[in-house]
């Protein structure tokens, strides 16, 4: 026999040695108490946290349901969105930069266009102002910014700036 088994056997002999020694009574009132905490510890790790769980999902399902109305409803846009046409930004010129420009309260020193290139030269304007024409740009018509000095003047919030402007997809 091997050592585990020699101690198993030794924890049998010394269980059936206490259960004899006890009365009928305390056999008895042992196995209702052995009864009552196996129940109690099987409730506890088996049955409580499934009710709780099951609540808690109760709980939780309108939202979910509502949860999944919306993303269904998102999907549907979106298949949507995708099977229509890409709108195409008007292609950038002289006068729809400077009209935007002017639009924006910015007054260009320089706007000359090569190709699908813009370069603008800004002298004292606002730099707010400034990000939100580009951001416009950026949104409208498409325009990203190739490149971009700016410089801070004296006067906080103003500045001076050379900027190149590019067409995504080659708007021409």
């Given amino acids: 026999?091997?050592?585990?088994?020699?101690?198993?056997?030794?924890?049998?002999?010394?269980?059936?040695?206490?259960w004899n020694e006890r009365?009928?009574?305390?056999?008895?009132?042992?196995?209702?108490?052995?009864?009552?905490?196996?129940?109690?510890?099987?409730?506890?790790?088996?049955?409580?946290?499934?009710?709780?769980?099951?609540?808690?999902?109760?709980?939780?399902?309108p939202?979910?349901?509502q949860d999944v109305a919306e993303l269904k409803a998102l999907a549907r846009t979106a298949?949507?969105?995708?099977?229509?046409?890409?709108v195409q930004a008007p292609p950038m010129s002289r006068d729809a930069l400077t009209a935007s420009l002017n639009a924006a309260g910015l007054k260009p020193q320089s706007l000359n266009l090569t190709g699908e290139y813009a370069k603008l030269e800004l002298k004292g304007v606002a730099f707010a102002a400034l990000v939100t024409w580009l951001d416009a740009q950026r949104r409208d018509s498409?325009?990203?910014?190739?490149?971009a000095v700016v410089t801070g003047q004296a006067?906080?919030?103003v500045v001076d700036a050379a900027?190149?402007?590019?067409?995504?997809?080659?708007?021409?």
């Fill in 79 to 86: 298949a949507e969105l995708a099977a229509k046409p890409p």
């Fill in 163 to 172: 900027i190149t402007l590019r067409q995504a997809g080659g708007g021409r």
């Fill in 142 to 147: 498409a325009v990203m910014v190739q490149e």
């Fill in 63 to 65: 939202q979910l349901r």
């Fill in 155 to 157: 006067t906080p919030g």
């Fill in 1 to 18: 026999m091997s050592a585990a088994m020699t101690k198993i056997q030794q924890l049998r002999d010394s269980a059936s040695a206490f």
């Fill in 23 to 61: 009365s009928e009574q305390e056999r008895r009132m042992l196995t209702i108490g052995g009864a009552v905490v196996g129940l109690a510890l099987a409730y506890s790790l088996l049955v409580a946290p499934a009710l709780d769980g099951r609540e808690a999902l109760r709980k939780a399902l």
